[in-house]
C-alpha cells in the first residue's frame, strides 16, 4: 500500500490483507496512523462517511460534499447496504450507540466498513450486550513497521545508516511533513525539537479525548516518567506518591501503565533474567518518546530555552533502534522480542530473542547506532554467553561489526535492511 506523505517520499505498508477480509470490517487503532487514508486507498469505490466532533456527519459520494445529522447518515447508510453498496464510516466511536441496532439490522448486506480512533471501541463493539456482537472482523492499524519504513526510504536516503536513523522516525506518518529527509537526521531533531514536542503531546491529548478520558495529571506525569525511562512499576509509584499525584500505591500505578498500552501510546516488553518486574514499559512511537526524552531532560515547555546537543539525541536514539530492531529480529526469527537489565549496574543485554512460548533464549544482539569497536565487541559477546544464551551477535547501524570469537552473527546496515526485506517478503506471503 502506498502512502504519499509528501511530495519526496511514499510509505509502503504491508497492510494489504484488509482487502482479503470479508464481510463488515472493524478498523481500530491510535490517532493519526493513517488508518483513514489506508481505507479511502483501499476501498476507493466506497461511498465515505466521517462523524465530526461537533456530532454532524460529511459525507462524500462522487467527489461531493454533503453534510447530514447523524440520523440522517444513518439511514443513508442503512439504504446503501440494502443495495449491496460498500460504505466506510469513519471515527465511528463517536457514533451514539442508540443507532447500532439499526445498523446490525442491514446485516449481512453490503460492506460496511467501520473505523474507529479509539481502542475502547472495540469492547464496546464486542461487549456481549452490544447489537453489532459478532458482526465485526477487528482489524487493528498500528505505526508503521520498521520493516516497512526501511523499504520506503532505502532508494531516497542517501546512505544504508541515514535509511535505518529515519526509518524510526518515519514509523509515525504524521511527523514526516514537518521533517527534511536531506538533512542529518540528529541535526533535525535538534533543530524542530520544540515543534516535535508540541505535536507530541497535542497527539497524546487527541488520544484521551477519543478514549473519552481526561489527561489528568496522573496520566501525563506517568507518561513524562516512562519517556524519560523510569520503567519499573514500583520507581514510578514511588515519585508519584512522594509528588502526592497518586493515593494509590504499585496496583494504581500498574492499572495505569496497563491503561496506557491499551490507548497504544505505551507498549510492555517482557523482561528476561531481570530483577524486580517482568516488564519493561515505553512509549510505543519511537518520535514520541525522543520528543519526552528530550522534554524531561531540557524542560522546554517549560519556558526553559536550551539548546538540543546531539550527544542527547543520540542517546535516545539508541534506545529507540535498539527497541525497533528487536521488534523486527523476533519477526525474523520467529520468536518474541525481550529485553535484559543486569543487575548491579552492569548495563543490559540490548535484543534477547526468546522462543514463541517467551521461555528460552534463542540468541542475544549488543546493538549500537554507531560503530563496535573489537574489544568492545569481545566483552558483549562475553556477557551475553555468560547469562547462558546460545547464540550472540553483534549489530551495529553504522558498519557491519568484525567477527570476534563466539559471536554467531554481525550485522551491518546492509545486512538489516536485507533482513527487513525477507520480513516483508514473508509477511505478503502470509497474507495471501
Known amino acids: 500500500m502506498e502512502n504519499k506523505m509528501d511530495k519526496n517520499i511514499v510509505v509502503k505498508r504491508n497492510e494489504e490483507s484488509i482487502k482479503n477480509l470479508k464481510g463488515w470490517i472493524l478498523v481500530y487503532g491510535r490517532r493519526k496512523t493513517g488508518k483513514t ?36 447518515a444513518v439511514r443513508k ?14 471515527e465511528f466511536q463517536r457514533l451514539p450507540e442508540k443507532f447500532w441496532e439499526a445498523l446490525a439490522l442491514q446485516h449481512p448486506n453490503g460492506k460496511l466498513v467501520a473505523s474507529g480512533s479509539s481502542l475502547g471501541i472495540v469492547k464496546r463493539v464486542f461487549d456481549r450486550r452490544s447489537p453489532l456482537l459478532g458482526l465485526f472482523t477487528p482489524f487493528k492499524m498500528d505505526i508503521i513497521s ?93 515519585i508519584l506518591a512522594s509528588n502526592e499525584i497518586i493515593a494509590g500505591g504499585l496496583s494504581t500505578v500498574t492499572g495505569l501503565l496497563d491503561r496506557l498500552c491499551d490507548m497504544g501510546l505505551l507498549e510492555k516488553i517482557m523482561l528476561w533474567k531481570t ?33 538540543v546537543e546531539a550527544n542527547l539525541v543520540s542517546t535516545i536514539m539508541g534506545k529507540v533502534f535498539q527497541f525497533s530492531l528487536g521488534e523486527m529480529l523476533a519477526e525474523h526469527i520467529g520468536g518474541r522480542r525481550s529485553y535484559t537489565i543486569l543487575p548491579n549496574k552492569e548495563g543490559d543485554i540490548d535484543i534477547i530473542i526468546l522462543d514463541p512460548k517467551g521461555k528460552k533464549p534463542i540468541i542475544g544482539y549488543e546493538a549500537k547506532i554507531g560503530k563496535i569497536d573489537a574489544e568492545d565487541a569481545k566483552r558483549a559477546i562475553e556477557k551475553i554467553h555468560s547469562y547462558g544464551v546460545p547464540k550472540a551477535g553483534l549489530i551495529s547501524a ?13 550485522l551491518g546496515p546492509e545486512e538489516i535492511i536485507k533482513i527487513a526485506e525477507k520480513v516483508n517478503s514473508k509477511k505478503i506471503k502470509s497474507n495471501k
Open 37 to 72: 487514508f489506508l481505507l479511502r486507498k483501499i476501498f476507493d469505490y466506497a461511498h465515505y462517511f466521517v462523524i465530526s466532533r461537533s456530532g454532524y456527519v460529511i459525507v462524500e459520494e462522487k467527489k461531493e460534499i454533503n453534510f447530514m445529522n447523524v440520523e440522517e
Open 77 to 90: 447508510i442503512r439504504s446503501l447496504l440494502e443495495g449491496n453498496e460498500t460504505v466506510i464510516l469513519d
Open 146 to 238: 520498521y520493516e516497512d519504513a526501511i523499504l520506503s526510504l532505502k532508494n531516497i536516503c542517501s546512505t544504508p545508516r541515514d535509511t535505518l536513523m529515519w526509518a524510526l522516525i518515519i514509523r509515525d506518518p504524521w511527523v514526516i511533513p514537518m521533517l527534511s529527509i536531506e538533512d542529518d537526521v540528529v541535526s533535525e531533531i535538534c533543530s524542530k525539537a520544540y515543534a516535535l514536542i508540541s505535536s507530541s503531546s497535542g497527539l497524546v491529548g487527541e488520544v484521551f479525548e477519543e478514549e473519552e478520558r481526561s489527561l489528568t495529571a496522573v496520566y501525563d506525569a506517568v507518561l513524562r516518567l516512562t519517556g524519560e525511562g523510569i520503567w519499573k512499576p514500583s520507581e514510578i509509584s514511588g
Open 275 to 307: 530483577r524486580g518486574s517482568r516488564y519493561y514499559f515505553k512509549h510505543r512511537s519511537p518520535v514520541v518518546s525522543i520528543a519526552y526524552y528530550i522534554d524531561q531532560k531540557l524542560n522546554l515547555t517549560e519556558g526553559i530555552h536550551k539548546k
Open 398 to 410: 553504522s558498519a557491519k561489526p568484525e567477527s570476534v570469537s563466539g559471536s554467531y552473527e554481525e
